[in-house]
């Protein structure tokens, strides 16, 4: 029925094929020339290549666009030499135009690409829980360290209630750990929205919708249990059609349920910004709540600021870049000098991911992708970076951060303000 | 009957009527566009739903250039009639100029190829849009400035109505009376219906089937420019990804109806509206879409030709 996810998976069939004909036989990818490295070790000598894979077409634009550039100026950092190398970075998309988000086969292509090219050290990304789940499998076989900015499913790394029965071991074909990320997980955001929603918007009756995928859906049902825990009432819980254009219908249904609050559970680009839009189409005056898939500036042009000021709350994992202290305040600054925009949300983690990578390699100095895992999967005590403070943050045995902060903000003004911050 | 429905369904029940009926007659006016020109050259022009995305775009762009939108599709509360006017009149022209010009260059050379060849180059086209409207305007989802009010004119009543839901049926539905009148009684019209019935026998009693055919992409590209307007006046977003999921819809409506019917494409178009306003409400808004294309289903089993298809039954 969908022709264009049907054109998208047969182009997607193509390019593997492709990648691996081009891996096979031992060159480097990208045309570089294979140079006259020789002997044991493939690839161009004294270089180290970093990629991400974001989504870098569609509305996600504007969010990736701040975590490329904080990779960028992490890499300034080093002026582009650690130890050494020099590290060449490749800045990859895993959305197509067609799809207008991220795509699982492009995903899984990035990830074969980046297993195939002997020069690449580290794998940035994904930015989706969902192109987690496509990509993990393949850089775990290889043993490529990927570290993602953004995914907070809990199930990619741990088991805890409510995640599936086989994750995260269905992530880890070759046994081993070559997954971390530097962003705390939904088994912290989902819960405290709950506590948020019954402690400061007094919340009684709650309408919760989810965009049916992995991270929204995920969000929505740890948020549910929290709420069933708090004794909020559940009035509606339902999945929306994201290729859906609007949602009045939905919106009168819940308006005659006359709900505290809606939750959606869901991205931006999973049609975050029509929900709160027709909200205030068909006359629903509660507050709308929504994970950090919304903390962007995208999801406030989308709906209009008008149809957000005071009533729209928004999580994020960590802190709003204006909260930000020391180092951080220092890279927000410095930021905004370089780009003249202020960042997204994620461009701290952004930097922070290629900070956590590129110390790994100075201390290693070494090209070999075993030892920097290794050394990256320890970090402990990190301060490197912006988001660390004065105890900096480390990896825990599953890899996620030990950081585990929360905010939640409210849009005034077309702006995020933050509201309240949960440390745990 | 209606009132005996409300007391089990609840008393929003007319209220999902209402929604369903407005964004029914939206899908109808594109359906329109896609039911004239299978009607007269059998050809399923996919691109039509992009072209309806390109007209919603030049809408907006009209409001920027006039001042009454910002650039981030904000209304600045200038001139919000005299705008929705000019929009009316450069969305149809821009959207029947641009549908002329693509059955001139690329499906009038494949008039007498095998079927497939027109099809698959309409798909190509359907691309092509697509791409224009990511250059043109981003891959974002757009805000369409909000130049209608929504505030409810009805207060306390059953139905509340708006001036948006004003706006649609106050556009659509003289559009589809007059395209009904125009093509019942005027001779363009008469030499359309001729050259559906036999293009070889309305040739040789004279007629212009070039020109027939040209007309006929104009007019269908008008609908589609004028459903571009108050579809975004009406829902407030537009996106270059919007003319694929509406595309689809109109589509199907067209093939409920009966495609190369008009009346059938209104019909088709109504029913798809209110399947997916009371699906959403009654079954659950995940399962609307399947709902609209298992009702599809139904219905094409009992009647391939489409409610009311029969007068298609010589286009094989």
Redesign the interface.
Known sequence: ?N??KFLGAAAAAAVPALVTGCGGGGSTDDGKGGGGGGGAAPGTPGVIRIVSSLPR???A??QTNTIVNGIQMAIEDYGGKVGDFKIEYSDWDDAT??S?SWDGPTEKANAQKAVADPDVMAYIGPYNSNAAKVSMPELNEAGLLQVSPAVTWPGLTKKIKGVAPDEPEKYRPAKKKNFCRVCTTDDLQGPLAADFAAEVLKAKRVYI?ND?ELYGEGLAKLFRQRCEELKLEIVGD????T????????M??I??LNPDLVYFGGTTQSKG??VA?DMV?A?LTCPILAPDGCYEQ?FI??????NLNGRAYVSIVGLDPSQLTGKGAEFVKRYKEKYKTAPEAFALYGYECAKVVLEAIKKVNKKDREAILKEVLATKNFTAGAVGGAEGWGFDNNGDTTLRQVTISVVENGKFVPKKTVTK | MLDSLATALGPAFYQYLLIGLVTGLLYALIALGYTMVYGIIELINFAHGDLFMLGSFLALQVAIWVGAATATGEATGAAALPTILLMLVAAPVFCAGLNVTVDRVVYKPLRNAPKLAPLVSAIGVSFIFMNIGVFWMGTYDLNFPKLVPQDNLTPGARIALNYKHIMVLAVTLPVMVALTVFVRYTSLGKAMRATAQNPTAAQLMGINVDRVIAATFAIGGGLGGVAAVVYGLYNNTVGYMMGFQTGLYAFTAAVLGGIGNIPGAVLGGIIIGLVRSLGSAYVGEQWSEALIFAILIVILIFRPNGILGARTREKV
């Open positions: 029925m022709r264009r077409t569609g509305s634009k504007g135009a067609a207008g919708l049916k339902e999945g929306i059609n290729t859906s254009i609007e949602f009045g219908g939905l009168t249904k308006k005659g910004g029509q839009k189409g006359g995208a042009d989308s709906a209009g600021a008008a």
